[in-house]
């Protein structure tokens, strides 16, 4: 029997429906792995469901927890059944956040289906967080019963402008500087941002780049993207600064490799008659960004230009593969600064 206690109403901002399926990026970072977790917090609290209400159940990945026998629930997952079962014991709402669900093996998303298909939806509402897809049979109840909310891969120009709304919230005082060099380090992580933010904060006063630069470390997540726009750009300043950053924690022939695609792409969309013969050759979606992007620039870099990349990328690798560690650094960046000579375009060489 439950107490007289009432429910509490969902707080303003709009119905949320009781099944949600907070989908992240397959490939969340750090930064997008607490977006995605704070988005699922929001919409619990917007149902009117506190942290104390909630019950939180962390899914084993690939290979951390054997399945159960006949295809019973692994023990992390048991706790699901009672919270969909029982709801709260003081008349509130139940909260089920379900984290990391992409892991969910197929027998135990069939049963978690069929104990939504019973619950009671005035009692209970369940978040599913991943990176990625659910389980197929989860994933149509949620379609049918639920509501799915998508939270796209954070970007370095979405870092910039939540690195922006957190300085006013902090009342940090930051010279342009400190904020470039912010972005430098963490990027789109803004998880780890935060937490640089919250030292900064403690520090008080007007803080410089340079004091940014000096107290946090490389960041670990620099995608190898960045580096091949600014070699495209023929901007050698920032490609050298992506170089170091990426390099301070990736292996250059990971970078090679990248190169090595690009140029490919490059080479085939030079000699393609059109978009959708380019796509065959490579045997990719025609609206594929990579493609659509090495199609856009087909005409910036001559033959000559290719062929010279190709040789450079081919000594490159030979000396990574066969010198000594101390000299690879010098190696990537005399070919990145070569690549932005000749992937820069003539009329960015001649201003």
């Not at 941002?193 to 940014?212: F, P, R, T």
């Not at 059109?274 to 992007?293: G, M, R, V, Y």
């Amino acid at each position: 029997m439950r107490s007289g206690r009432a429910v509490r109403p969902p707080a303003p901002g709009g119905t949320v429906k009781p099944i949600l399926h907070v989908k992240g990026p397959a490939d969340a970072g750090p930064g997008d792995r607490s977006e995605v977790l704070d988005r699922a917090r929001r919409l619990l609290e917007q149902s009117g469901i506190g942290p104390a209400d909630t019950v939180r159940i962390d899914v084993p990945g690939k290979g951390a927890e054997e399945g159960g026998e006949d295809g019973a629930l692994r023990p992390a997952v048991e706790p699901i059944v009672p919270a969909l079962q029982s709801g709260s014991l003081f008349g509130d709402r139940q909260g089920v956040q379900v984290i990391d669900a992409q892991w969910l093996q197929s027998g135990e998303a069939e049963i978690i289906a069929e104990l939504l298909e019973q619950a009671d939806p005035e009692t209970v509402t369940v978040v599913f967080v991943t990176a990625g897809a659910l389980p197929a049979r989860l994933a149509r109840t949620v379609r049918e019963q639920g509501e799915v909310v998508s939270v796209k891969k954070l970007r370095e120009r979405d870092g910039a402008e939540w690195l922006a709304g957190q300085m006013r919230a902090r009342k940090l005082d930051l010279a342009p500087d400190a904020v470039a060099a912010l972005l430098q380090r963490f990027g789109s992580d803004v998880a780890a941002m935060g937490q640089a933010l919250d030292q900064l904060a403690s520090i008080g006063g007007k803080l410089s780049g340079a004091q940014v630069l000096s107290r946090f470390a490389n960041r670990p997540d620099e995608p190898m993207w960045h580096y091949a726009d600014a070699v495209a750009d023929g901007d050698v300043a920032s490609a050298l600064r992506r170089l170091s950053d990426f390099l301070a924690h990736g292996h250059p022939l990971q970078l090679l490799a990248f190169l090595e695609s690009d140029l490919r792409r490059r080479a085939l969309a030079s000699a393609a008659p059109n978009l959708e013969t380019l796509a065959d050759w490579l045997n990719s979606p025609a609206d594929s960004f990579p493609l659509q992007k090495a199609w856009r620039r087909r005409k910036a870099v001559s033959d000559s230009e290719l062929q010279r990349a190709l040789s450079a990328l081919t000594r490159a690798d030979n000396l990574l593969k066969t010198a000594p560690e101390e000299i690879h650094r010098v190696t990537m960046e005399r070919l990145t600064v070569a690549l932005c000579l000749w992937y820069g375009g003539k009329a960015r060489r001649a201003g």
